[in-house]
């Protein structure tokens, strides 16, 4: 039979308030809550999500850039039909004469 070590550790309230609400919800000990976590850490994983490898988060992030650059494209196109709208109709406007 494995003897599981024992350790008095000091941590700030609002924390140990954090374990006690996570231990709850997922219908753990408290001891098992922070068991857990402490394992997931070792491991690289964030408690509750599995993990994610960089190289799709970099794939992500490129394909956002890409995205982003389209957009910025169809932009300043769009502001250059708006430009040109209000170039054509300017000599509508009161006041103005044909130019």
Same mark, same amino acid.
């Given at each position: 039979?494995?003897e599981d070590a024992q350790m008095k550790?000091?941590?700030?309230? %609002?924390?140990?308030?954090?374990? !006690? *609400?996570?231990?709850?919800?997922? &219908?753990?000990?408290? &001891?098992? !809550?922070? %068991?857990? /976590?402490?394992? *997931?850490?070792?491991?690289?994983? %964030?408690t509750g999500l599995p993990p994610t ?6 794939? !992500?992030? *490129? ?7 389209? %957009? ?23 006041? /103005?004469k044909k130019g």
């Open positions: 039979m494995t550790i000091r941590l700030p309230r %609002v924390l140990k308030e954090r374990i !006690e *609400a996570a231990a709850t919800a997922a &219908n753990r000990s408290w &001891n098992g !809550e922070i %068991v857990q /976590r402490l394992e *997931a850490s070792f491991q690289g994983q %964030v490898p960089l190289h799709q988060l970099e794939e !992500e992030l *490129a394909d956002l850039q890409e995205k982003f650059g389209k %957009v910025m494209s169809e932009l300043q196109a769009v502001r250059g039909q708006v430009g040109e709208i209000d170039t054509r109709t300017q000599h509508l406007l009161p006041g /103005r």
